[in-house]
């Protein structure tokens, strides 16, 4: 995520030390990423053209309203795509150039003007309480455990008081099934880790009022909606 500290160098702060961390896991930077993204026909269940189920539903009953958006690991573009059809003013932000060029083809064709930034959530300039909604759906469960804090950090940045954090993560079965630990000594968090509700819960409860964490649902293809049940679907309010 990070720039990683140099083989020689010693640890003299908090930052040096994450960047040390970074090292031992494997790298997933922008050209890893841009390999994801190269081929679309490869079987992904994320490579679909539809919005995630919950999203739809939330913004339908809502749960969520149209306002400034921040989605972090924007993919092909898909729901920042749908959330500028409702109004949303969106900055959508990936680590790949070619998810981006998918998702800037996806904005054209639809006539919308979602604003797509290439580069680490973690660099991104971004202004304090600025958002109404922080959509996730599947960067969360790709950041290693010592960068999670970062994580909500950020997210609590972006949000205006009372702002939404709307996410979708890989539930136990849908993970790679590694501890956090796990993680350091197989030195990779796999295809992403999983989570248990009371572990989101303990995660996310000390900065968030949690409103909602259910399973997401199975979609059929005609629905023209995203959902996989090996999937949570959260929405977390900022706490004031």
Known sequence: MNDAL??????????DLLRLLDTLLDR????????????????????????DETLVEDFANRVLSPGSVLELGCGNGRNAVYMASLGCKVDAVDFSETALGWAKDRAQKARL?????HGSIF????TPASYDIVYDCGC???IAPHRRPDYL???AKALKP??????????????????????YEQRSLGGGLGYTE???????????????????KETPPEQNMFGKDFLWAAILNKRE
Do not use: Y
Request: charged share 25%; hydrophobic share 45%.
């Open 6 to 15: 140099r083989p020689d160098a010693r640890v003299r702060n908090m930052n």
């Open 28 to 51: 997933r930077d922008d050209a890893w990423w841009n390999g994801f993204f190269a081929d679309k026909t490869k079987l992904c269940p994320f490579f679909v053209d539809w919005p």
């Open 113 to 117: 003007a979602p604003r797509f930034i």
């Open 123 to 126: 660099k991104i300039e971004i």
């Open 140 to 142: 969360f469960h790709h």
């Open 153 to 155: 950090n950020l997210v």
């Open 162 to 183: 009372g702002g939404v954090l709307s996410l979708v993560c890989f539930r136990p079965e849908g993970g790679s099934g590694l501890t956090d630990l796990q993680v």
């Open 198 to 216: 009371p572990e989101l819960r303990a995660i996310f409860e000390p900065g968030f009022h949690i409103a909602k964490i259910r399973r997401m």
